[in-house]
């Protein structure tokens, strides 16, 4: 099994990037995906996921701001982050969730600069 997680970067303030995770060795379609990051000296947190049937949950801090998405046919989980602020700056991680089988991808890191 193998998340590859890409798009990282460094941005200013108010920007934009996107993340994409591409999962292999699953059945992907059945996971639930998610993003999580972890900022330096701060525990890894939630972002946003998205189940199988497209539902979507975001945490509060990014709401409106952030948009995740999949392509199933793909195999690839995506993270729309716009209007960035410093607070984003940290390693971005997708994993993949379905029942007792949980995976995580490397992370990327992303930087907003103010």
């Known amino acids: 099994v193998q998340l590859q997680a890409f798009g990282g970067g460094a941005v200013q303030s108010g920007g934009s990037l996107s993340l994409s995770c591409a999962a292999s060795?699953?059945?992907?379609?059945?996971?639930?995906m998610g993003w999580y990051r972890q900022a330096p000296g701060n525990q890894r947190e939630s972002v946003a996921r998205?189940?199988?049937?497209?539902?979507?949950v975001y945490a509060d801090s990014v709401k409106g701001r952030f948009t995740i998405s999949r392509d199933n046919a793909k195999n690839t989980v995506y993270l729309q982050m716009n209007t960035l602020t410093p607070e984003d700056t940290a390693a971005y991680y997708c994993?993949?969730?379905?029942?007792?089988?949980?995976?995580w991808g490397q992370g990327t890191l992303v930087t907003v600069s103010s």
């Open positions: 994993n993949a969730v379905f029942g007792r089988d949980l995976y």
């Open positions: 060795g699953i059945n992907f379609s059945v996971y639930t």
């Open positions: 998205i189940t199988r049937g497209g539902s979507t």
